[in-house]
């Protein structure tokens, strides 16, 4: 069982910078891909980012390479997404979470568990 707790969102100006913090209790390290995932009204849950088990492999959504990171320190238990020049349409509610399986799924099906959440608001 893992319980996933994310921070770090706010309200932020257009080419502004954000770092969400997932800190995940159980053991992720080496176990799980964790993934970002947002959700804007009335719109589906989309994929933003994923990291692998091990390695430090990534992946990104499209529309956010080049801007934003993912990166995880197992030590802490912690998956980190530093977003940078960010824009209007970057808003949404930012979701954590955690897949078991040995590669780095987009499908939101594919992962087991989710944090509850946290607001991102770009506007000036």
């Known amino acids: 069982q893992v319980q996933l707790v994310e921070s770090g969102g706010g309200l932020v100006q257009p080419g502004g910078s954000l770092r969400l913090s997932c800190a995940a209790s159980?053991?992720?390290?080496?176990?799980?891909?964790m993934g970002w995932f947002r959700q804007a009204p009335g719109l589906e849950r989309e994929f933003v980012a994923g990291?692998?088990?091990?390695?430090?492999?990534?992946g990104y959504a499209n529309s956010v390479k080049g801007r934003f990171t993912i990166s995880r320190d197992d030590a802490k238990s912690t998956v980190y997404l530093q977003m940078n020049s960010l824009k209007p349409e970057d808003t949404a509610v930012y979701y954590c979470?955690?897949?078991?399986?040995?590669?780095?799924?987009?499908?939101?099906?594919?992962?087991?568990?989710w944090g509850q959440g946290t607001q991102v608001t770009v506007s000036s």
């Open positions: 979470a955690a897949d078991p399986s040995s590669y780095i799924s987009r499908g939101r099906y594919e992962y087991t568990y």
């Open positions: 159980g053991r992720t390290s080496g176990t799980y891909v």
């Open positions: 990291v692998a088990r091990t390695g430090g492999r990534t």
